[in-house]
């Protein structure tokens, strides 16, 4: 199955709303972001043989850009570092073996559904199968998200699983991306892992701070300000350019939480495989009180493979950008291999 629509989260099929029945600002915009190859071309004056091609590879996996990030992206360059994460391409048809639908055999490793545990002290929730973007490259773009629980009663399995595993202590809510959901659900899946004592810590992977900066809105921040859990945010952003005011400012946000933001960027053919788009991003994330955290190696999914930047290169990129930032400003180059019990360190 493919990738859950945008909505797809909300089970009961309504347009969510905030406790004064409005839909907040965030929704909205991801309710109206761009799903048409076409609007996306005619938007940033793509030529017609781009628009075609984006056409027919987005019948692999669906096109979803909001207006934010479109905002970012420079017209006429089909060259452009954010476009190129989103621009649905004619190489996504090419076939390789070496290139799979489950690069990192997650299916295999669930517990049971939407419940993963790949690592020792720690366990991840597929939350949802809805995001704010698609990225091309994405590992779980084949992911069956709508076999994954949607209501409340169906995550009790989950939660008891969770609170019987005495071994973990930190929780990772990921997806999809987990900030597409409500903050209500947020707000009660957390208080329900909160009443697991043996439980320390709570991780976030998100980009939804940096594809649609409003996300951060006073009631994510309430939630978050009430916690007893140590937080840490994962954002991911792979290219300086990401970086505008807004998104700043909802990094701001969040750090007033007392949270811990680290970010994570992968690898990528024509979007920051250059020492300078590297440079660029930690002295970026750096001035916003961001960790750099990783690089990843492209996973090896397919309809990805134009994306792929080969390990010699990627280690010979780190071991230059050591020459010009500080050492707490070089991410862990890393790869994800199945089975392995922690990530393999390759730069």
Partial sequence: MKNASTLSAFSNGKTPSNARGEVPKWLRILQEAIRDPVELGQALDLSQEQIEAAKRASQLFPLLVPSGYLARIQPRNPADPLLRQVLPLQEEFYASSEFTEDPLQEQ??????????????????????????????????????????????????????????????????????????????????????????????????????????????????????????????????????????????????????????????VLLRGV??????????????????????????????????????????????IQELRTRVPGYAVPRYVQEVPYEKNKVVIG
């Fill in 108 to 265: 295999s490793q669930q517990k049971q559904s939407g419940y993963l545990k790949k690592y020792a002290a720690r366990a991840l929730v597929i939350t949802t199968g809805a995001c704010a973007i698609h990225c091309r490259y994405c590992f779980r773009r084949h992911f069956p998200y709508a076999e994954g629980p949607r209501k409340k009663e169906a995550w009790k399995s989950v939660l008891q699983a969770i609170h019987a595993d005495h071994s973990l202590r930190e929780i990772i809510l990921s997806g999809g991306d987990p900030l597409t959901r409500q903050d209500s659900w947020l707000s009660w899946f957390v208080k329900e892992l909160e009443q697991a004592k043996h439980l320390q810590l709570l991780r976030i992977h998100t980009r939804l701070p940096i594809m649609i900066p409003e996300r951060v809105d006073d009631q994510l921040l309430q939630w978050l300000s009430g916690t007893r859990f140590q937080v840490h945010f994962v954002l991911h952003s792979n290219h300086s350019q990401e970086l505008d005011d807004s998104v700043a400012d909802a990094i701001q946000k969040l750090k007033s939480t007392g949270a811990t933001l680290l970010n994570q960027a």
């Fill in 272 to 317: 920051n495989d250059t020492v300078e788009a590297l440079e660029g991003l930690s002295w970026r994330l750096i001035e916003l009180g961001v960790m750099p955290y990783y690089l990843h190696q492209l996973d090896r999914v397919s309809g990805a493979s134009h994306f792929e930047v080969p390990i010699e290169q990627g280690k010979a990129l």
